[in-house]
């Protein structure tokens, strides 16, 4: 059974860092594609970066240059570097994977940044 479970989130102030975590249930480079999504009430979910088993990585063009996106096989986890946060990037952080074609999402993580 395929289980994404993130973690990393909280409350921060406006200019400081947290980093996500979203562990997957076996190996990791059994994923094909992988990203990160926000969500806030009232707006559509957003992708935020995503990142393919080749490495090929994509941003947001809002995150970009502050947010980084990893992969380690050897934890079989994908990461969300998120620095230099703002207000603008509260929201409910979402794992979302690529499974043999299959798109499967974790609960979410809860990032509120003050400002």
């Known amino acids: 059974q395929v289980q994404l479970r993130e973690s990393g989130g909280g409350l921060v102030r406006a200019g400081e860092s947290l980093r996500l975590s979203c562990a997957v249930s076996?190996?990791?480079?059994?994923?094909?594609?992988m990203a990160w999504y926000r969500q806030t009430p009232g707006k559509q979910r957003e992708l935020v970066a995503a990142?393919?088993?080749?490495?090929?990585?994509y941003y947001a063009d809002s995150v970009k240059g502050r947010f980084i996106i990893s992969r380690d096989n050897a934890e079989n986890t994908m990461y969300l570097q998120m620095n230099s946060l703002k207000p603008e990037d509260t929201a409910v952080y979402l794992c979302?994977?690529?499974?043999?074609?299959?798109?499967?999402w974790g609960q979410g993580t809860q990032v509120t940044v003050s400002s």
């Open positions: 979302n994977a690529d499974y043999y074609e299959v798109a499967y």
């Open positions: 076996g190996r990791i480079d059994e994923y094909n594609a």
């Open positions: 990142i393919a088993g080749s490495g090929y990585d």
